[in-house]
């Protein structure tokens, strides 16, 4: 009997100590608290901030890491989708514990809204996204060189707004100025200033028409018609530029040195003496040339 109550108070005295072991080993020395990270793997998403039309600042809050013993790559990631994931464009942010943690977004796109997730994987596989967040980036203020409106600007106005466009490319072939009839060309001027292009082309069409006669059969149709008909980048009100607007596009912009093959591109200007003759423009200098001499379309449209 002795034995038997021996034996009670050992197994008594085994189960005291295995308990007393299985609570130090789960507390974090604070009251017997579990530690955070053996809490389930979780991560939240901050608000985006320092915003500019390229970069941003991302981040969030490792609150748990789950089954795994750390967490090892916190990220935030971003599209112009919803829901991004990790193969969406992505930063791993610095990691140095449970807790917040930052990121940088770069190569952003001006005028475009983003979402954004934060992101966490352990040690054991296990990733979660936190909620997803939006933010739009500011447009870069337009300036002369940049891409913008289907073209390259090569004019703002003073309101830094408005302005105007080029094509990216010239037309594809050089064409005469005039239908080939000779007709009625002579019998109007058309102004030269900046802002007057697009006046001027639609004044040149309705003169003109729309068929033509030009006797260089490589080169079909004439200059405004085919300035005005183009689509470009999704646009499709194209003009021919006047002689000032002409020049300022080669004064603002590289590249216009030599105008395709005949060395001109034509403008929408005319003068009353010589009759036939428009001006061309050619590294900034203009020249009046014949009507029926090929020369570079090169189209511009206001934004």
Known sequence: MKHLDLLKRLLLIISVATIALSCKKSSSGNGGTPTPTNAALAVSTAAITNITSSTATGGGTLSGTGDGETAISCDIVWDTNPNPTISSSSATAVLSGVGPFTSNLTGLSGGTTYYVRATAMNDEGQRVYGNQVTFTTPQPPIAIGQSYAGGIIFYVDNTGKHGLVVTPTDLSLETTWDNGTYSTVGLFTTNTAVGTGKANTATIVAALGTSFTNTIGTYPGYAALN????????????????????TLMETNLSGF????????????STESVPTYFAWAVSAASPALKQMSLPGGVRPIRAF
């Open 227 to 246: 300035a005005s008909t183009v689509t470009v980048n999704g646009y499709s009100d194209w003009y021919l530029p006047s002689k000032d607007e002409l």
């Open 257 to 268: 040195a030599t105008a395709k093959l005949f060395g001109a591109y034509w403008s929408s």
